[in-house]
């Protein structure tokens, strides 16, 4: 037999691990290390590695300030930051930039200070734009290798067993940093509330875990999530939802056991109340969620409207109280969600997603990142993903914004190809993606105000006018890649 | 007759409620130039309006509800409206028939000016004073514009020295008075806002009580009530459905020339034939039947 | 002829409206249109168009206008200027009558 290797003692073999590109080498003593600044030592963190963060704690985040600043603190450069998204508080780091400790950026959402540093071309390489799918599979496949992932923990015990709903920066689900915490060469915990072996429920398990760094404050509970999200009463976003829903009750789709996902973007939250009536009076149950949960999509659960729920992050309190009680309510990592290198996630099998967006053109066309003069203010999120899982994909928007008009000749940057998107659903007008005949004649009875996309279009220019060209832009400051992998749109400076 | 469930107001001087006005599924809409707009923007908001009649395409009828004649702007927003060539004024504080007289006068005057059709804007009345409800069928009968009247209840209440309750039985008597005067003029009758927009229970209650008291619809100030009054105004299918077996058996015994007729065991006479009538022609205005289909 | 006479104010600098300030310059000096907008890069060049056709309307020359906008639609933006128009005529109208 070839690639026999004798016993030399229990501690003397270091085995490689079976799948992935994780390596394992000897087992820390202790895992729990005095400071962030000794964990970045333990790992050994050099120029010019890729180091990750995970964006659970949304605008509430103090983790990736605090270890950026220690690793700027020991001189270390050029590192490439990998973020599952960058919410406005990340503005913090920008001295980073500005010094070059960070020089690369991969994400799946970019916006505030650093939207305007990378649109202004001043980050050395062009920022990666990434769906969370398509940041899942690019992890997976070795595409993104990451060297150290420091991966704020709300509750952690000595060894490393993270989960998200205890502490008190708990943030419900950890679906993003799963990936992270699985893949990564070294996986530092930090926490605000270590506790003592073993923790009862675990997400991420010591198995992964390197070293955990206890921090007095991960982040603020106001800023992770809202209290209660509450459903709007803005009249014009309460129209399109009902449209929105209306087009769910008419495709076909509406039947006894269907999937829905429910985005965290106004419209789509107030679309959940008008489906929730249309499910009461239909007596029609669905057999699971999947999303971003909100309280909105727990209250369903409760009702028995929905039977169970797929959770890859949370955005309010109700909904981490449920992840934490409710075993029905699962969580579900960034691959189970979105991957298209796995053998299946879990958006092939959504029936129905509403989703918010920035614009869309006459191709259908989706763009969720920047605004319609080309500077980055927004996230992909799932938003490629679902669009390319789901059965019917409703892309939700007004038709203008003060002047701008939204549905387009042309979006300034494609994030979602149009064909996977099939209704877009404004105030004035609902338009079919013409792929789909099927629900172009569902939805004829339903009483929708139907119309062609370019109909759409040239009433959205008619009221603002047409647009002037915006100038092209100049060298590429971002790229865009679609969840397979390829390079669907780049970015210019403007 | 136009359909005319709902009559949404809109402040005057709000650019972006002026443009969205039309995506709510309102009957009629009616741009707001006097309580919503601040005395020292009264000159602007009467530009905005103007503008966004002329500029806007909107999906129903759209009027614009003017300063009285005997305050400062009254004349200025009659002749700077009429520009525009709304739906319909709608008249505040109508209380004297010489007063609409007047405003019917000016609308002419402005009308031949501008080159539109004499009388083709016509008045919606908002009565708010006791001596107006008193005075309301002459009021109705005082302009052959007048296609509607209504009834301001806050400032009603203040004239007849109580309050406004959740439950509106202060202004029973004026409601039903002001029903009567619209019916026996033949002008449509609206029923008064419900100013407190959060409580929806007391807002289904007072809508209910306007339709049984037999109201054609009901003026509201927030976009959100506009389905809720639909809703309540447009007859169930069930009630579509009763409608035509008592027409089908009302025609069947004109044929057989039968004296007495019956359905489900109940006699049917003229006011019964003659509500079907009417649910079946609202059931064809609001789309519910098709057009053409036999009433 | 008409004329410009004082300073003259119209709408506000918030969402959907534009904030219009018409002021007076010496005769002959023609028009000075300054615009800020969110917008700008689209539709810079319509604002000012719109602005030049209602001075036009009225025939007025040797002004300043200053267009604070925040994303009006075009019947506001007229509107807007109207009413300032207005309003910085108004002294001048009560001084001829």
Same mark, same amino acid.
């Given at each position: 037999?070839k690639?026999v290797?004798?016993?030399?003692?229990?501690?003397?073999?270091?085995?490689?691990?079976?799948?992935?590109?994780?390596?394992?080498?000897?087992?820390?003593?202790?895992?729990?290390?005095?400071?962030?600044?000794?964990?970045?030592?333990?790992?050994?963190?050099?120029?010019?590695?890729?180091?990750?963060?995970?964006?659970h704690f949304?605008?509430?985040?103090?983790?990736?300030?605090?270890?950026?600043?220690?690793?700027?603190?020991?001189?270390?450069?050029?590192?490439?930051?990998?973020a599952?998204?960058?919410?406005?508080?990340?503005?913090?780091?920008? @001295?980073?930039?500005?010094?070059?400790? &960070?020089? =690369?950026?991969?994400?799946? %959402?970019?916006? +505030?200070? #650093? *939207?305007?540093?990378?649109?202004?071309?001043?980050?050395?390489q062009?920022?990666?734009?990434?769906?969370?799918?398509?940041?899942?599979?690019?992890?997976?496949?070795?595409?993104?290798?990451?060297?150290?992932?420091?991966?704020?923990?709300?509750?952690?015990?000595?060894?490393?067993?993270?989960?998200g709903?205890?502490g008190?920066?708990?943030?419900?689900?950890?679906?993003?940093?799963?990936?992270?915490?699985?893949?990564?060469?070294?996986?530092v915990?930090?926490?605000?509330?270590?506790?003592?072996?073993?923790?009862?429920?675990?997400?991420? @398990?010591?198995?992964?875990?390197?070293? &955990?760094? =206890?921090?007095?404050?991960? %982040?603020?509970? +106001?800023? #992770? *999530?809202?209290?209660?999200?509450?459903?709007?009463?803005?009249?014009?976003e309460?129209?399109?939802?009902?449209?929105?829903?209306?087009?769910?009750?008419?495709?076909?789709?509406?039947?006894?056991?269907?999937?829905?996902?429910?985005?965290?973007?106004?419209?789509?939250?107030?679309?959940?109340?008008f489906l929730q009536?249309?499910?009461?009076?239909?007596?029609?149950?669905?057999?699971?969620?999947?999303?971003?949960?909100?309280?909105?999509f727990?209250?369903?659960?409760?009702?028995?409207l929905?039977?169970?729920?797929?959770?890859?992050?949370?955005?309010?309190?109700?909904?981490?109280?449920?992840?934490?009680?409710?075993?029905?309510?699962?969580?579900?990592?960034?691959?189970?969600?979105?991957?298209?290198?796995?053998?299946?996630?879990?958006?092939?099998?959504?029936?129905?997603?509403?989703?918010?967006?920035?614009?869309?053109?006459?191709?259908f066309?989706?763009?969720?990142?920047?605004?319609?003069?080309?500077?980055?203010?927004?996230?992909?999120?799932?938003?490629?993903?679902?669009a390319?899982?789901?059965?019917?994909?409703?892309?939700?928007?007004?038709?203008?914004?003060?002047?701008?008009?939204m549905?387009?000749?042309?979006?300034?940057?494609?994030?979602?190809?149009?064909e996977?998107?099939?209704?877009?659903?404004?105030?004035?007008?609902?338009?079919v993606?013409?792929?789909?005949?099927?629900?172009?004649?569902?939805?004829?009875?339903?009483?929708?105000?139907?119309?062609?996309?370019?109909?759409?279009?040239?009433?959205?220019?008619?009221?603002?006018?047409?647009?002037?060209?915006?100038?092209?832009?100049?060298?590429?400051?971002?790229?865009?890649e679609?969840?397979?992998?390829?390079?669907?749109?780049?970015?210019?400076?403007? | 007759?136009?359909?005319?469930?709902?009559?949404?107001?809109?402040?005057?001087?709000?650019?972006?409620k002026?443009?969205?006005?039309?995506?709510?599924?309102?009957?009629?809409?009616?741009?707001?130039?006097?309580?919503?707009?601040?005395?020292?923007?009264?000159?602007?908001?009467?530009?905005?309006?103007?503008?966004?009649?002329?500029?806007?395409?909107y999906?129903?009828?759209?009027?614009?509800?003017?300063?009285?004649?005997?305050?400062p702007?009254?004349?200025?927003?009659?002749?700077?409206i009429?520009?525009?060539?709304?739906?319909?004024?709608?008249?505040?504080?109508?209380?004297?028939?010489?007063?609409?007289?007047?405003?019917?006068?000016?609308m002419?005057?402005?009308?031949?000016?501008?080159?539109?059709?004499?009388?083709?804007v016509k008045?919606?009345?908002?009565?708010?004073?006791?001596?107006?409800?008193?005075?309301?069928?002459?009021?109705?009968?005082?302009?052959?514009?007048?296609?509607?009247?209504?009834?301001?209840?806050e400032?009603?209440?203040?004239?007849?020295?109580?309050?406004?309750?959740?439950?509106?039985?202060?202004?029973?008597?004026?409601?039903?008075?002001?029903?009567?005067?619209?019916?026996?003029?033949?002008?449509?009758?609206?029923?008064?806002?419900?100013?407190?927009?959060?409580?929806?229970?007391?807002?289904?209650?007072?809508?209910l009580?306007?339709k049984?008291?037999?109201f054609?619809?009901?003026?509201?100030?927030h976009?959100?009530?506009?389905?809720?009054?639909?809703?309540?105004?447009?007859?169930?299918?069930?009630?579509?459905?009763?409608?035509?077996?008592?027409?089908?058996?009302?025609?069947?015994?004109?044929?057989?020339?039968?004296?007495?007729?019956?359905?489900?065991?109940k006699?049917?006479d003229?006011?019964?034939v003659?509500?079907?009538?009417?649910?079946?022609?609202?059931?064809?205005?609001?789309?519910?039947?098709?057009?053409?289909?036999?009433? | 002829?008409?004329?410009?006479?004082?300073?003259g104010?119209?709408?506000?600098?918030?969402?959907s409206?534009?904030?219009?300030?018409?002021?007076p310059?010496?005769?002959?000096?023609?028009?000075?249109?300054?615009?800020?907008?969110?917008?700008?890069?689209?539709?810079?060049?319509q604002i000012?168009?719109?602005?030049?056709?209602?001075?036009?309307?009225?025939?007025?020359?040797?002004?300043?206008?200053?267009?604070?906008?925040?994303?009006?639609?075009?019947?506001?933006?007229?509107?807007?200027?109207?009413?300032?128009?207005r309003?910085?005529l108004?002294?001048?109208?009560?001084?001829?009558?």
């Amino acid at each position: 037999m070839k690639d026999v290797v004798t016993f030399q003692g229990a501690w003397a073999n270091v085995p490689p691990q079976a799948r992935g590109i994780k390596t394992v080498d000897a087992p820390p003593s202790a895992k729990v290390l005095k400071s962030i600044a000794d964990a970045i030592d333990a790992v050994e963190l050099k120029d010019g590695m890729t180091i990750s963060f995970h964006h659970h704690f949304r605008n509430g985040d103090y983790v990736m300030k605090m270890v950026v600043d220690a690793i700027a603190a020991k001189g270390i450069r050029d590192l490439t930051l990998s973020a599952s998204s960058l919410s406005a508080v990340q503005d913090a780091i920008l @001295p980073h930039l500005e010094s070059g400790v &960070v020089t =690369a950026i991969d994400t799946s %959402g970019i916006r +505030g200070e #650093i *939207g305007k540093f990378v649109s202004a071309g001043k980050l050395k390489q062009p920022v990666m734009i990434r769906s969370h799918g398509g940041r899942a599979r690019a992890i997976e496949s070795g595409r993104l290798p990451i060297d150290v992932a420091f991966l704020g923990a709300p509750t952690c015990d000595t060894q490393g067993n993270i989960n998200g709903v205890e502490g008190p920066s708990a943030c419900g689900s950890l679906g993003y940093a799963m990936m992270d915490a699985a893949y990564a060469r070294k996986v530092v915990a930090i926490t605000d509330n270590l506790v003592a072996y073993p923790l009862r429920r675990i997400s991420i @398990p010591q198995t992964q875990v390197d070293f &955990v760094v =206890a921090v007095e404050k991960i %982040g603020d509970p +106001g800023g #992770i *999530g809202t209290g209660a999200l509450r459903i709007s009463r803005d009249p014009k976003e309460l129209v399109i939802s009902r449209y929105a829903a209306q087009v769910i009750e008419y495709s076909g789709l509406f039947k006894p056991g269907y999937s829905i996902q429910l985005g965290s973007g106004g419209a789509s939250l107030s679309a959940a109340k008008f489906l929730q009536e249309k499910m009461l009076a239909n007596k029609i149950t669905a057999s699971f969620g999947v999303g971003g949960v909100t309280g909105i999509f727990v209250d369903m659960m409760q009702e028995g409207l929905v039977e169970q729920l797929f959770d890859v992050q949370d955005f309010d309190l109700p909904s981490i109280q449920s992840l934490k009680d409710n075993p029905r309510h699962l969580e579900m990592s960034a691959s189970y969600y979105a991957s298209a290198a796995t053998r299946g996630p879990i958006v092939n099998q959504v029936d129905a997603v509403i989703l918010s967006a920035t614009e869309v053109d006459v191709d259908f066309n989706v763009n969720v990142l920047t605004g319609s003069n080309g500077k980055l203010m927004g996230a992909p999120g799932g938003h490629p993903d679902t669009a390319a899982g789901s059965h019917l994909s409703i892309v939700v928007l007004p038709l203008l914004r003060g002047r701008l008009p939204m549905v387009r000749e042309k979006v300034h940057t494609i994030v979602t190809p149009g064909e996977t998107v099939d209704v877009v659903v404004t105030e004035r007008g609902v338009a079919v993606n013409p792929r789909r005949q099927d629900l172009i004649d569902n939805l004829s009875q339903s009483g929708l105000p139907l119309m062609k996309i370019e109909d759409l279009q040239r009433l959205a220019y008619k009221i603002t006018g047409a647009p002037d060209p915006v100038p092209p832009g100049g060298a590429v400051v971002g790229m865009v890649e679609y969840r397979d992998g390829t390079i669907i749109d780049v970015i210019r400076q403007q | 007759m136009n359909l005319r469930r709902t009559m949404l107001f809109v402040p005057g001087n709000d650019p972006g409620k002026l443009f969205n006005a039309g995506i709510y599924g309102a009957d009629s809409i009616v741009f707001d130039l006097e309580d919503a707009v601040a005395v020292g923007e009264k000159d602007a908001a009467r530009d905005l309006v103007r503008n966004a009649l002329l500029y806007n395409e909107y999906p129903c009828e759209v009027g614009v509800r003017i300063n009285h004649i005997s305050t400062p702007f009254g004349h200025d927003d009659i002749r700077e409206i009429m520009r525009a060539r709304p739906a319909f004024l709608r008249v505040p504080k109508s209380e004297d028939p010489a007063d609409i007289v007047a405003v019917d006068e000016l609308m002419t005057h402005w009308e031949r000016e501008y080159g539109h059709e004499v009388g083709s804007v016509k008045m919606v009345l908002t009565i708010e004073t006791a001596l107006g409800i008193l005075n309301s069928f002459h009021l109705a009968k005082a302009s052959r514009r007048v296609v509607a009247i209504g009834l301001g209840a806050e400032d009603l209440a203040a004239d007849l020295e109580t309050n406004r309750t959740p439950s509106g039985r202060e202004i029973l008597f004026a409601r039903s008075q002001l029903l009567l005067s619209a019916r026996a003029a033949k002008v449509q009758a609206i029923d008064n806002v419900y100013a407190d927009v959060k409580n929806e229970d007391g807002f289904i209650a007072d809508t209910l009580l306007g339709k049984e008291l037999g109201f054609n619809g009901k003026s509201v100030i927030h976009p959100n009530q506009v389905d809720i009054v639909h809703r309540i105004y447009t007859p169930t299918l069930a009630e579509v459905e009763k409608a035509r077996r008592i027409l089908a058996a009302y025609r069947e015994a004109l044929a057989k020339k039968s004296g007495v007729i019956a359905l489900d065991g109940k006699m049917i006479d003229g006011p019964i034939v003659a509500r079907a009538e009417r649910t079946l022609r609202y059931a064809q205005a609001v789309g519910l039947v098709k057009d053409g289909e036999s009433v | 002829m008409t004329r410009v006479i004082q300073c003259g104010q119209a709408g506000l600098a918030e969402k959907s409206d534009v904030l219009i300030t018409i002021e007076p310059r010496q005769a002959g000096e023609g028009r000075v249109i300054l615009v800020k907008s969110p917008v700008m890069l689209e539709f810079g060049r319509q604002i000012t168009e719109t602005v030049h056709a209602v001075l036009d309307e009225q025939a007025i020359d040797d002004v300043s206008v200053q267009v604070e906008d925040k994303g009006a639609l075009e019947f506001v933006l007229r509107a807007r200027c109207e009413t300032a128009l207005r309003r910085s005529l108004k002294e001048c109208d009560s001084d001829e009558s």
